[in-house]
């Protein structure tokens, strides 16, 4: 059984796999941040949440992590700090401050402007990289056949990242959406991928939470197999961003930056 899932006996006496949902308490620069997730890849999923969130810049800025098994699973909570260069300043801190459980909400409380959502964003390279457009179906089927929970358990999401040659350079399985997202793009980072000239490929819904994460770590094509919301067409539409949607059966939407895409 998989580390990510948990059998359990159903009321007709029959066993069945579950995906696990498990509390992660994240200690960042001594603010604490309560998430369930999915065990497994804790460090990628801190990694790419403090890079998403715009807490860090870089991966250099963390120093590294510290797990904090619970001493009673029945009661504890797991536990990692997350040891910073620097402590977060300016936005990156109102972010951290504001943050109390990570949620769709993350950083962006009250903002629906695309303009205040990626103020201090780094801005996208224009028209890179260019990638085939017969390749997204193909990353879209890559993404799904390394869903080897989500097959056992029918309740996770994915994430991954790609450069755009088609090689996987991040990937990530949780309860949790935003959560796999963290783990795709905190495996992507700290292996030295370049962000900026990778595609993201979603297992559901582009909502504006997960949009904004690729956004902030210069991801520039994010590709979902279900629809975007208006808020992430708006961002991606300022950020000059590439929205791909409803990804299946070898097909897709094309929201905006279509220049990306080569026949």
């Given at each position: 059984?998989?580390?990510?899932?948990?059998r359990?006996?159903?009321a007709?006496?029959r066993?069945?796999a579950?995906v696990?949902e498990e509390?992660l308490l994240l200690?960042i620069?001594?603010?604490?941040?309560l998430t369930m997730?999915?065990?497994?890849?804790?460090?990628d999923l801190?990694?790419g949440?403090v890079?998403?969130?715009g807490?860090?810049g870089?991966p250099?800025?963390v120093?590294g992590?510290?797990?904090?098994p619970a001493?009673?699973?029945?009661r504890d909570?797991?536990e990692?700090?997350v040891?910073?260069?620097?402590a977060?300043?300016?936005?990156?801190?109102a972010r951290?401050?504001?943050t109390h459980e990570?949620?769709s909400s993350?950083?962006?409380?009250?903002?629906?402007?695309p303009?205040g959502?990626?103020?201090?964003t780094?801005?996208?390279l224009?028209?890179?990289p260019?990638?085939?457009a017969n390749?997204?179906?193909?990353?879209?089927?890559?993404?799904?056949?390394?869903?080897v929970?989500f097959a056992?358990?029918?309740?996770c999401?994915?994430?991954l990242?790609a450069?755009?040659d088609?090689a996987v350079?991040?990937?990530?399985?949780?309860?949790?959406?935003?959560?796999?997202?963290d783990?795709?793009?905190g495996?992507a980072?700290?292996?030295?991928?370049?962000l900026?000239?990778?595609?993201?490929?979603l297992s559901?819904?582009?909502?504006?939470?997960?949009?904004?994460?690729?956004?902030?770590?210069r991801?520039?094509?994010?590709?979902?197999v279900?629809?975007p919301?208006?808020?992430?067409f708006?961002?991606?539409?300022?950020?000059g961003a590439?929205?791909?949607?409803f990804a299946?059966?070898?097909?897709f939407?094309?929201?905006?930056?279509?220049?990306r895409?080569a026949?």
């Amino acid at each position: 059984m998989s580390q990510g899932a948990a059998r359990r006996l159903l009321a007709n006496g029959r066993e069945d796999a579950l995906v696990r949902e498990e509390p992660l308490l994240l200690v960042i620069a001594g603010q604490q941040l309560l998430t369930m997730r999915t065990p497994g890849r804790d460090e990628d999923l801190a990694l790419g949440f403090v890079l998403g969130e715009g807490i860090v810049g870089s991966p250099d800025e963390v120093r590294g992590t510290t797990q904090v098994p619970a001493a009673d699973p029945s009661r504890d909570v797991d536990e990692l700090r997350v040891d910073l260069a620097a402590a977060p300043a300016g936005a990156a801190k109102a972010r951290l401050a504001r943050t109390h459980e990570l949620r769709s909400s993350c950083g962006v409380c009250g903002v629906t402007d695309p303009a205040g959502i990626l103020e201090s964003t780094p801005p996208l390279l224009p028209g890179v990289p260019r990638v085939a457009a017969n390749r997204i179906p193909e990353l879209v089927a890559e993404l799904q056949r390394r869903q080897v929970l989500f097959a056992a358990t029918g309740g996770c999401h994915g994430a991954l990242v790609a450069n755009a040659d088609g090689a996987v350079v991040g990937f990530g399985e949780d309860v949790g959406r935003h959560n796999a997202l963290d783990k795709a793009i905190g495996q992507a980072a700290r292996t030295g991928a370049d962000l900026s000239r990778s595609v993201a490929v979603l297992s559901g819904r582009a909502g504006y939470d997960l949009v904004v994460k690729c956004l902030r770590v210069r991801l520039p094509i994010v590709v979902s197999v279900s629809a975007p919301s208006s808020l992430a067409f708006d961002l991606c539409a300022a950020a000059g961003a590439t929205l791909l949607g409803f990804a299946r059966d070898g097909r897709f939407v094309t929201y905006c930056g279509a220049e990306r895409l080569a026949t």
